[in-house]
């Protein structure tokens, strides 16, 4: 089946940092979303993208559908340490349902 | 509105023992997907189920695992018998007809002795 990399695996940042992520797969996808987990909580619908080189905001977070349609990117500007938690991405192929990539764990240091 | 609602949220039973795992969807949507996370293989979906009927459960792991969708808004994963490798956060998620946004419960954390 489709298989997400995502990465980095972990990063530890110091507080006020910006940190980028990113998801890639081997095949086109038509929808990108960005989760973010919380401890102990269940996954959290942070940012959706439908169109290659959508570029969408959340606050402080910004992500972008690729132009190949094969990868996307999570930025976060200025951390707080609440953004600690697990990353994930997830994409919706053309003919299966949604793959999620294997997340990326952010720390933050105060 | 309220979210997608798991109960229990924490469990411990026997090897060998029946588990049931409940879920509620978010009023208004039709699609409910169960998945189980673990650190060794991050999140997998287990099965789905559209307008109550299972379209996709080729992530079901055995026979030992089996879910329904009695109605609309309900649906159960059971385990007989359960063994230790099937202790895993599981998590249900619905999402409404037309969207491709999914939205997660908390969780059911199992813990298989």
């Known amino acids: 089946g489709q298989q997400l990399n995502q990465s980095p695996q972990s990063m530890f940042i110091q507080e006020g940092e910006d940190v980028s992520m990113n998801c890639t797969s081997s095949?086109?996808?038509?929808?990108w979303l960005w989760y973010k987990q919380d401890p102990g909580e269940g996954p959290v619908l942070l940012i959706a993208?439908?169109?290659?080189?959508e570029l969408t905001s959340n606050g402080r977070l910004t992500a972008q559908f690729g132009i190949t349609r094969k990868d996307s990117f999570l930025n976060i500007s200025a951390s707080i340490p609440s953004d600690v938690g697990i990353y994930f991405c997830?994409?919706?192929?053309?003919?299966?349902?949604?793959?999620f990539g294997p997340g990326t764990r952010l720390s933050v240091l105060p | 509105d309220a979210g997608v609602i798991q109960s229990p949220r924490h469990e411990v039973t026997e090897m060998g023992q029946e588990v049931t795992l409940r879920c509620k969807l978010i009023s208004g949507h039709n699609s409910l997907f169960w998945y189980r996370q673990t650190m060794m293989r991050g999140l997998e979906l287990l099965i789905y189920?559209?307008?109550?009927?299972?379209?996709?459960d080729s992530g079901m792991p055995e026979d030992r695992f089996s879910a329904k969708m009695p109605n609309a808004s309900f649906s159960t994963l059971k385990i007989q018998p359960s063994e230790p490798r099937d202790s895993a956060v599981y998590f249900c998620?619905?999402?409404?007809?037309?969207?491709?946004?999914?939205?997660f419960g908390p969780g059911t954390r199992l813990t298989v002795l």
């Open positions: 997830a994409g919706h192929p053309s003919s299966q349902n949604f793959v």
């Open positions: 993208l439908y169109k290659a080189g």
């Open positions: 189920f559209n307008n109550n009927v299972p379209i996709d």
């Open positions: 095949s086109i996808f038509n929808t």
């Open positions: 998620a619905s999402r409404r007809q037309g969207f491709n946004e999914q939205f």
